[in-house]
């Protein structure tokens, strides 16, 4: 087995304020997004990405977590996943854009399932993806609006992105199984 350093902790700092960056320019500032963290580690990096917008001017933004555990397509292949909480603002959802966050894209079925969990929580008016990293070997017609990098990967390696507020330090690594 052997692993690789694709993104170091500047490496993801400076991937999210570019990210930042993008998330007020494409919706022409930021007082009508909401960031919705996709368990686990999807969760602090929208954190960041909320700290990273108001120093970047575009002021407040609220962010939630959103489990999809309940609307996987694999839930019966796999039924000991834990559910993790489900936590949206106040003021909810509707009319507002809601700028989903995970670490990895992969297969896009995950971003599926949240999609699916977003139609019981309200209407908004708008659905953005913004993933750390983007390693390919999509299944459904699913993009991201903001990526921090795109790793091309063979199916046969796992990405996994490590968060200080989770685990030991900031880094992306390759493992590759053989
Ligand atoms: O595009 P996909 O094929 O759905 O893969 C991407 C998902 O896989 C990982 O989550 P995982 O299910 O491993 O759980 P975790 O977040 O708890 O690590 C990752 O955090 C993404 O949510
Ligand atoms: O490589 C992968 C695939 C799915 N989810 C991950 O976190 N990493």
């Given at each position: 087995?052997s692993q690789r350093t694709v993104m170091?902790?500047?490496d993801i ?28 580690r999807g969760?602090?990096l ?56 995970d670490d990895v894209l992969y297969s896009?079925?995950t ?20 993933v750390l990293a983007d390693r390919g070997h ?9 990526v921090g990098k795109n790793l091309p990967t063979s199916r046969s390696e796992r990405v996994y992105v490590h968060v200080?507020?989770?685990d030991?330090?900031?880094a992306v690594i390759i493992e590759d199984p053989?």
């Amino acid at each position: 087995m052997s692993q690789r350093t694709v993104m170091n902790e500047g490496d993801i700092h400076r991937s999210i304020t570019r990210m930042a960056h993008e998330i007020i320019e494409r919706n022409e500032g930021a007082e009508n997004v909401i960031l919705l963290g996709i368990p686990s580690r999807g969760v602090p990096l929208a954190h960041r990405l909320s700290e990273a917008i108001e120093k970047a001017g575009g002021g407040h933004v609220d962010v939630g977590s959103l489990d999809v555990t309940m609307h996987r397509d694999d839930l019966r292949r796999n039924p000991t996943r834990a559910p993790a909480p489900t936590l949206i603002p106040d003021d909810g959802i509707d009319d507002m854009i809601v700028v989903l966050v995970d670490d990895v894209l992969y297969s896009g079925r995950t971003i599926r399932a949240a999609l699916d969990a977003l139609t019981s929580i309200g209407r908004p008016t708008a659905v953005q993806l913004a993933v750390l990293a983007d390693r390919g070997h999509r299944e459904l017609p699913i993009r991201a609006d903001y990526v921090g990098k795109n790793l091309p990967t063979s199916r046969s390696e796992r990405v996994y992105v490590h968060v200080a507020d989770v685990d030991d330090a900031d880094a992306v690594i390759i493992e590759d199984p053989r």
